[in-house]
């Protein structure tokens, strides 16, 4: 099993649609990165978080750290939000470094007009 | 205000040659980290740098790879003796302390 899991791994949605995309992990962390990455394109970071929520835009970032959970929503989808998201968690673990993060595989979003 | 950049965009070997993969980090940023995206993979770490720190090297898949900070700032990837295997997208990215990661373009390198 791997360390961090993502759900789904493929996702389709209507244009203007709710999405939501979630992530498990299994070790104690200091952080979980959502990451962005559009085809052919660079990464981009959307939200590190350690507690709580966050809020850019339509793209909200929960996290539940007794449950080992976050998801990632966006709302009034768009295609271009059309891209690979990953999760990535940074773990607490003695001798662990902050910078060793470990991906979840990625869940693939196609946005249709 | 630039980026993380990465040079060369890509890059084409022969197995068995060495090869260096360049990074400059954004100004200010004191920790610099080095991922690999094989086709059809995930992300993988490969290693670690913060200020002055002795760097985690323990993503680095063999010791044919290593990898150098000069001055904290710019960071040298080198490979020696490539394989086929090595081919993959190499990414850099770089941050404050414990903060949001800022990532390169990548280099892609395919060993032939």
């Known amino acids: 099993k791997n360390e961090v899991e993502q759900s789904p791994q493929n996702l389709t949605a209507q244009e203007g649609e709710f999405i939501t995309i979630n992530c498990s992990y299994s070790v104690g962390i200091s952080a979980l990165h959502w990451l962005q990455q559009h085809p052919g394109g660079g990464i981009v970071s959307l939200f590190m978080l350690s507690s709580g929520k966050k809020k850019h835009g339509r793209l909200i970032a929960t996290i539940n750290i007794q449950e080992k959970h976050s998801s990632l929503h966006i709302t009034a989808s768009h295609p271009r939000d059309s891209a690979v998201y990953i999760c990535?968690?940074?773990?607490?673990?003695?001798?662990?470094?902050?910078?060793?993060?470990?991906f979840g595989q990625g869940t693939i979003l196609t946005v249709h007009p | 205000g630039a980026g993380v950049s990465q040079s060369p965009s890509n890059k084409v070997t022969e197995k068995g040659k060495d090869v260096e993969l360049r990074c400059d980090p954004i100004s200010g940023h004191t920790a610099l980290y080095w991922y690999r995206q094989s086709l059809g993979q995930g992300l993988e770490f490969l290693i670690y740098f913060q200020g002055n720190s002795a760097p985690d090297k323990s993503g680095l898949p063999s010791d044919r790879f290593s990898a150098e900070r000069t001055g904290g700032s710019v960071s040298t990837l080198t490979i020696q003796r490539t394989q086929q295997e090595d081919s993959a997208v190499y990414l850099c990215?770089?941050?404050?302390?414990?903060?949001?990661?800022?990532f390169g373009n990548g280099t892609r390198l395919t060993v032939t």
């Open positions: 990215a770089s941050s404050f302390p414990r903060g949001a990661l800022h």
């Open positions: 990535a968690v940074s773990s607490n673990a003695g001798g662990t470094s902050y910078g060793k993060l470990t």
